[in-house]
């Protein structure tokens, strides 16, 4: 035997166990490894089929009501033209609804979260669907060019997220309270686009020019074109210009009437000024002398044309002094206070409508004082009318006329307010 032959009997029974052992140990690693990756598959398909579920969307619709007015008209998503609405269409995502000046038409979104469009307002629906699988977010969003809308958004319901934003050219708009009332506007004031946003209930978060602010409960925000957002105030609005008279008569008119009785005694309506509360005030004051017993007005007017059908409130205020009146109440008719108010308005079919109430201090002769009101004689005080019960409601106010009627007169006014939210 060679020594060859010798070295090979020596070592061939370790190398062959190592030979045998190198497959084996190959074939456990390959398992193992597969065993990894087809837990890695298994956990990477159930990982996406659970984000699938859980963003996969749903596309949903909304139903258009026509309240007033024939003027609404809707251009369907790839359509160019508007076609008149009807009662009760089906509206989609890519929908453009718009409205004319006297019409106004409700989007009722698919969870029963409203859209009221007021007069000369044009909307386009870019979202609006919910998750398909699980019932985890709804997703509204509009953008609206122009006129005003206000969104009544529905609770949560099943859902855990509402993610309902609005979009104009100043600002982005996100409501952030399920259940919350909002009003947007899309105006210009003196060739200057702006964005006016208010949270009637619930929050808002409004954003422009890289600028976010937090609106809370009965608050607002503007936001001019290219501006940020302004901070947050009171959302009352102011429906009167030069209400304080700080302009002279600017926005005012003077009224005379005779009333047809054959009288030719007129009054004047006079700008001066009077401290009140100690506080010099431009006041306007309605004097007539030398009337007899015949009927004439002396006021003021200004038109208005002010919509406020979704208004919680409205109120009038003004500071008066009724310094002389020779007819007793409001006369025989109870038409002739020594201060009276009236307003002008369109109600909910467009049919005008007229408001009034009058101011005294004296009824010696027992006349009635049908929607009249007792006040000090000669004296300085602030009168308040809650309007919110007027009928039958208004939904435009045309204009408001403050004066004196009857027969002489001396009555003053100063600092008139009529605002709402």
């Given at each position: 035997?060679?020594?060859?032959?010798?070295?090979?009997?020596?070592?061939?029974?370790?190398?062959?166990?190592?030979?045998?052992?190198?497959?084996?140990?190959?074939?456990?690693?390959?398992?193992?490894?597969?065993?990894?990756?087809?837990?890695?598959?298994?956990?990477?398909?159930?990982?996406?089929?659970?984000?699938?579920?859980?963003?996969?969307?749903?596309?949903?619709?909304?139903?258009?009501?026509?309240?007033?007015?024939?003027?609404?008209?809707?251009?369907?998503r790839g359509y160019s033209d508007?076609?008149?609405?009807?009662?009760?269409?089906?509206?989609?995502?890519?929908?453009?609804?718009?409205?004319?000046?006297?019409?106004?038409?409700?989007?009722?979104?698919?969870?029963?979260?409203?859209?009221?469009?007021?007069?000369?307002?044009?909307?386009?629906?870019?979202?609006?669907?919910?998750?398909?699988?699980?019932?985890?977010?709804?997703?509204?969003?509009?953008?609206?060019?122009?006129?005003?809308?206000?969104?009544?958004?529905?609770?949560?319901?099943?859902?855990?997220?509402?993610?309902?934003?609005?979009?104009?050219?100043?600002?982005?708009?996100?409501?952030?309270?399920?259940?919350?009332?909002?009003?947007?506007?899309?105006?210009?004031?003196?060739?200057?686009?702006?964005?006016?946003?208010?949270?009637?209930?619930?929050?808002?978060?409004?954003?422009?020019?890289?600028?976010?602010?937090?609106?809370?409960?009965?608050?607002?925000?503007?936001?001019?074109?290219?501006?940020?957002?302004?901070?947050?105030?009171?959302?009352?609005?102011?429906?009167?210009?030069?209400?304080?008279?700080?302009?002279?008569?600017?926005?005012?008119?003077?009224?005379?009437?005779?009333?047809?009785?054959?009288?030719?005694?007129?009054?004047?309506?006079?700008?001066?000024?009077?401290?009140?509360?100690?506080?010099?005030?431009?006041?306007?004051?309605?004097?007539?002398?030398?009337?007899?017993?015949?009927?004439a007005e002396t006021g003021i007017?200004?038109?208005?044309?002010?919509?406020?059908?979704?208004?919680?409130?409205?109120?009038?205020?003004?500071?008066?002094?009724?310094?002389?009146?020779?007819?007793?109440?409001?006369?025989?008719?109870?038409?002739?206070?020594?201060?009276?108010?009236?307003?002008?308005?369109?109600?909910?079919?467009?049919?005008?409508?007229?408001?009034?109430?009058?101011?005294?201090?004296?009824?010696?002769?027992?006349?009635?004082?049908?929607?009249?009101?007792?006040?000090?004689?000669?004296?300085?005080?602030?009168?308040?009318?809650?309007?919110?019960?007027?009928?039958?409601?208004?939904?435009?106010?045309?204009?408001?006329?403050?004066?004196?009627?009857?027969?002489?007169?001396?009555?003053?006014?100063?600092?008139?307010?009529?605002?709402?939210?």
């Amino acid at each position: 035997m060679s020594d060859r032959d010798s070295e090979e009997q020596a070592t061939s029974p370790v190398t062959n166990g190592r030979r045998r052992r190198r497959p084996e140990r190959v074939a456990w690693f390959v398992l193992a490894l597969s065993f990894l990756l087809f837990l890695s598959l298994c956990g990477a398909t159930g990982a996406a089929a659970y984000f699938y579920r859980s963003t996969a969307t749903e596309t949903r619709n909304a139903k258009l009501e026509l309240i007033d007015g024939d003027s609404v008209f809707v251009r369907e998503r790839g359509y160019s033209d508007w076609r008149q609405a009807t009662n009760g269409m089906t509206l989609s995502e890519g929908d453009a609804v718009r409205t004319g000046t006297s019409s106004r038409a409700l989007v009722t979104l698919f969870d029963t979260s409203t859209i009221l469009l007021s007069g000369d307002t044009e909307i386009v629906i870019v979202d609006m669907k919910t998750s398909r699988y699980i019932s985890r977010t709804k997703q509204v969003r509009y953008t609206q060019t122009s006129g005003r809308t206000r969104v009544g958004m529905a609770a949560l319901e099943d859902y855990s997220r509402y993610d309902f934003e609005v979009t104009t050219s100043q600002a982005n708009v996100l409501f952030d309270v399920p259940g919350g009332s909002y009003l947007v506007e899309v105006g210009n004031t003196n060739d200057v686009p702006f964005t006016r946003v208010e949270a009637r209930r619930g929050t808002a978060s409004v954003s422009g020019a890289g600028t976010t602010v937090s609106v809370d409960e009965e608050q607002k925000t503007i936001v001019n074109q290219g501006g940020v957002p302004s901070s947050p105030n009171s959302a009352q609005r102011e429906l009167l210009a030069n209400g304080d008279f700080g302009k002279q008569m600017e926005h005012w008119s003077e009224t005379y009437d005779q009333g047809g009785d054959g009288g030719d005694v007129f009054g004047k309506v006079t700008l001066t000024n009077q401290a009140i509360a100690g506080k010099p005030t431009n006041v306007v004051e309605f004097r007539r002398v030398g009337g007899n017993t015949d009927y004439a007005e002396t006021g003021i007017h200004q038109n208005l044309n002010a919509e406020v059908v979704d208004f919680i409130n409205l109120r009038l205020k003004l500071d008066a002094r009724i310094a002389y009146q020779s007819l007793s109440g409001g006369g025989s008719q109870s038409s002739e206070y020594p201060l009276m108010v009236r307003i002008r308005y369109l109600d909910a079919n467009g049919n005008p409508a007229e408001w009034y109430h009058g101011f005294y201090y004296q009824n010696d002769d027992g006349n009635p004082v049908r929607d009249g009101e007792k006040v000090e004689e000669d004296m300085w005080q602030t009168l308040q009318i809650d309007l919110r019960d007027m009928y039958p409601r208004p939904v435009t106010i045309k204009s408001l006329d403050i004066f004196a009627a009857g027969h002489d007169y001396d009555t003053l006014v100063a600092n008139i307010s009529l605002a709402g939210d």
